[in-house]
């Protein structure tokens, strides 16, 4: 009799061991799908210089607080420069990181207004409507990693910045500092005379490739804003399909 009673309990002990780990995993999984919410990181090439890039601008504004994953980046390139005016936001390294698109793309001359959606899908910047299916689509996906950001206070007009990701040769850290709008009068060239809105500047980028942890990396603040005026944006994104696969940001201290 003692021995049967201890089979009936040693039984009991694990099917109810069994029924608690098999309600208990799902839900456990369930639970780390809901963190890993899809991301989107929009980045747009555009410049003042440029006459069909406005409506692109304005696009790209319409997008602020739209949704919490949506990463918006405007870089300004400077090859309009040489017509008649330039771009204050403009930079010789935000052309050459278009260029690298336009080769992963194998587009036949880069253009703008551009868009690029995370890393994977290009198409002309004032398309609202494919933009907004485009990061629709992007925020279902999971994300393939994550993104520690912790940014410091400012020290004069330096932001200290550092980041915390899962080590992979194949992946180039991505770290920018944005501005949330401008506004400019724009006197020569293709929009002379009107008044431009910028939206998700560019102000300073940088891309590391060989990140130790601890390593901290700084960014330039213009002397003429306040920290509040700024957010600061960093990304994971493979450095031969250009596929972004982690995005954060973060508030300036």
């Known amino acids: 009799m003692n021995t049967l ?9 694990l099917l109810t061991t069994y029924i ?6 799902p ?11 899809g991301f989107a990181v929009v980045e747009l090439f ?6 069909s890039c406005p409506p692109a601008d304005e696009a790209v504004g319409r997008l602020n607080g739209l949704k919490k994953n949506v990463y918006l980046l405007s870089f300004h390139v400077d090859y309009w420069n040489d017509l008649g005016w330039k771009d204050i936001y403009s930079n010789a390294a935000y052309s050459r990181r278009q260029q690298e698109y336009g080769n992963i793309f194998h587009l036949n001359s880069i253009y703008t207004p551009q868009i690029i959606v995370n890393g994977k899908t290009q198409f002309v910047g004032s398309d609202e ?21 912790k940014v410091m206070q400012a020290n004069e007009n330096k932001i ?10 194949d992946f180039k850290l991505n770290i920018a500092l944005v501005r949330h709008t401008a506004t400019d009068f724009v006197q ?4 002379k005379g009107k008044t431009l809105k910028h939206y998700d500047i560019v102000l300073d980028f940088k891309v590391i490739s060989n990140r130790k942890s601890g390593d901290i990396y ?11 005026d700024c957010e600061v944006i960093a990304f994971l994104q493979n450095s031969k399909s250009g596929e972004i696969i982690a995005a954060t940001r973060s508030s300036i201290p």
């Not at 009673?5 to 002990?13: D, F, G, P």
């Open 218 to 228: 700084y960014l330039k603040l213009p002397l003429d804003l306040h920290v509040s």
């Open 160 to 169: 200290p910045v550092s980041c915390a990701t899962a080590d992979s040769g």
């Open 129 to 149: 409507t494919r933009l907004k299916e485009t990061i629709g689509e992007s925020l279902k996906e999971i994300p393939k990693a994550e993104i520690q950001l």
């Open 20 to 25: 608690f780990f098999s309600s208990y995993l």
């Open 5 to 13: 009673l201890k089979k009936i309990k040693w039984l009991s002990c």
């Open 46 to 51: 555009t410049s003042e210089g440029c006459s």
């Open 27 to 37: 839900i456990h999984h369930e639970k780390n799908k809901l963190a890993m919410e």
């Open 188 to 191: 020569r060239g293709e929009n």
